[in-house]
């Protein structure tokens, strides 16, 4: 196995945190051996020397090395970019997969998954259908599933419109897409009008799902008097794009696709984010806010984040 040496020093301090006893350089041979990696103990022995040097481990006398707050500290950093890493991947990776053109309503696009108890499949449609007109929903097409493995009797499931799936439809035009943010917005007279909160996506793991879970406020009050807040997410691309992104909202819409809560001219700042020279800023709706008006009104609804992508022709108009 061909690693980094940070690499291998975060494995040796994911050995050690595991292990409640000190341990030399001839046991953790043993144990790096069991996850495919072949160090001599001088090797090992150097790496130590390194991780003690940056307070990462300490030594038990003559017993071995034990790993020190710090040490679980570093891991824990080195674990959260690792799953950063992985979540600009998948997205990055649906983009390419979502091969979905609105000039000719074909072709495969990214797609979430729900589920819910039956008896509330009336409510979830009309939920949707309202965030759909308030522009709160990438789209009310929708694939229902009434049973299957993933359901129990008196569930239903719903295959529903992922927002990256229009980052995916601007890349195939060749407009690159730079996702920067996932926020929070605020409403005010049923308009966006500013970023309240927001985690990078390439400096933190969690989603806007997330971010929304770990505040108090209300996307629900957008549909009832106008005002609230929702989740979103932003990106940049070519501010010489910026026509051209306008003419695909426009065929997206065409086949009931939008979510764009704010499409910003190059140079320009988008709901209160700056923008480097010759970019546009675009912001679109967070696909989980319908689910969450749910939640709020003690629906539960449980939701998985990109799962597939599957034909545009499967999915319905609720």
């Known amino acids: 196995m061909l690693l980094s040496n940070e690499e291998i020093r975060h494995t040796i301090l994911s050995i050690l945190r595991d292990e409640r006893d000190p341990m030399g350089s001839k046991k953790l041979s043993e144990k790096l051996k069991e996850v495919g990696i072949e160090l001599s103990e001088a090797a090992i022995r150097y790496h130590l020397r390194i991780l003690e040097e940056r307070g990462y481990v300490f030594k038990v006398k003559n017993l071995g090395r034990k790993i020190t707050q710090k040490g679980l500290s570093e891991l824990e950093r080195a674990n959260v970019m690792a799953r950063v890493s992985t979540l600009l991947t998948r997205k990055e990776e649906y983009m390419f997969m979502s091969n979905f053109n609105p000039e000719t ?49 008196d569930e239903v499931g719903m ?62 009050s957008i549909l009832t008097n106008g005002c609230g807040e929702c989740p979103a997410t932003f990106r ?47 912001t679109i709706v967070a696909s989980s806010t319908p689910l969450l008006i749910l939640k709020e009104q003690g629906i539960n609804v449980e939701l998985e984040l990109m799962v597939d992508v599957i034909d545009y022709e499967l999915l319905e108009e609720l």
Do not use: W
């Not at 009008?193 to 209300?218: N, P, Q």
């Not at 909202?249 to 700056?274: R, T, W």
């Open 159 to 220: 295959y529903y419109i992922n927002g990256i799936a229009v980052d995916g439809v601007l890349l195939r035009r060749g407009i690159n897409v730079h996702l920067r943010y996932g926020g929070v917005v605020e409403f005010k007279h049923g308009e966006p009008v500013r970023f309240i909160d927001m985690v990078g996506y390439e400096t933190s793991s969690i989603t806007s799902v997330d971010l929304f879970r770990a505040k108090s406020f209300s996307a629900l």
């Open 236 to 282: 940049v691309i070519p501010g010489i794009c910026y026509q051209e992104v306008i003419d695909i909202s426009a065929k997206l819409k065409k086949c009931k696709i939008n979510g764009f809560l704010k499409i910003g001219k190059p140079n320009q700042e988008v709901l209160g984010l700056p923008v480097n020279s010759d970019q546009l800023g675009i």
């Open 105 to 153: 309503k074909k072709g495969k696009i990214l797609v979430n998954f729900c589920k819910f108890k039956k008896d509330y499949l009336d409510e979830v449609i009309d939920i949707f259908k309202e965030c759909y007109k308030r522009k709160l929903a990438i789209s009310p097409l929708v694939k229902v599933i009434e049973d299957g493995e993933l359901l129990s009797e």
